[in-house]
């Protein structure tokens, strides 16, 4: 069988140089096949370069806008998170004033206590003695030297890592339900200042703020007694300070008491009317005198330690009725 060739000439510009080049046909086409599947393989490398610039690009576009996304997510889920805790403290303040002010509640004294009224005959770490045997204001006075004399008070001085739980349907659940918390929130407060605004006396009379600056080192509740080592009610709060540091009236009233009691110390009690009386004892000084009338923020006396005391510490007491009732449920600025 005759092969086929194809013959190329080549012909130069000078004589003698011309080429003749035979190429058996088979390996031309070979050659072309082989070329054009360089060229396709090429072109499809080419193809996908292209496209994985173009991946690449739209991913990095996609994590910017992720990114922003999840800022944006987690600025809001903190204001969400801002907006529970505002309705939380709204829920707790609107609780507080409801229980104190009403009066009307048969139950409200058991209500505004951790504990139930201690049983009868239990014991009661009250510090307390009977009012005819306790020291006068003006004996009082000739014993100051025997405590440290205590700096004057200064009347003007006065906080998107995904986890379960956090995605965009339950922050969207937990706006939804904020918003109708908020709605009803607000309608109760409406209410309670309607009602308040005809109360006010009796808001005037409640003992609603801390009476002095500083930390409270034991609460309301039953305790083992420091002095005795039995079981016994802390009637109180104790608030550790400087000594001489304000002691202020919680509420407006007329002081029952201004002297020294054995347990108490230098101590000042005080009637706010509507059931309500306070007690401050382990003053330093006294600065209020039986039968004064005396009005919220007024200083009455300074944080001291004598009587039964283990260190300079306020003893803050609020009865109703004559029953201890917890402090901290009456304190609306903690």
Sequence with gaps: ???????????????????????????????????????????????????????????????????????????????????????????????????????ESEDRAVKLGLNNNPPPNAPVEELDQPMDKRESLTDLEKSDQDFVQPKQPDEGSGELAVREGRDYQSLAIRIDRSIKESQLREQSVLDLWETLSQKQSLMNAIPNVRPARGWTTSRFGYRTSPFTGRPALHAGLDIAASPGSPVYAPADGIVTFAGYDEGYGKLVAVDHGYGYSTRFGHNSQLYVQVGQRVSRWDIIASVGNTGRSTGPHLHYEVRFNGIPKNPANFILDD
């Design 1 to 103: 069988m005759e092969r086929k060739e194809i013959t190329f000439f080549i012909v130069g510009n000078d004589s003698g140089m011309n080429r003749r080049i035979s190429i058996p046909a088979s390996w031309l086409k070979v050659g072309g096949l082989i070329l054009g599947v360089i060229l396709i393989a090429l072109s499809a490398a080419v193809v996908d370069y292209l496209g994985l610039l173009i991946q690449t690009a739209e991913n990095k576009r996609l994590k910017a806008e992720n990114s922003v996304l999840t800022k944006q997510f987690q600025t809001i889920e903190g204001k969400v998170t801002a907006l529970e805790t505002s309705l939380d403290r709204v829920k707790t303040f609107t609780t507080k004033l409801k229980l104190i002010t009403n009066i």
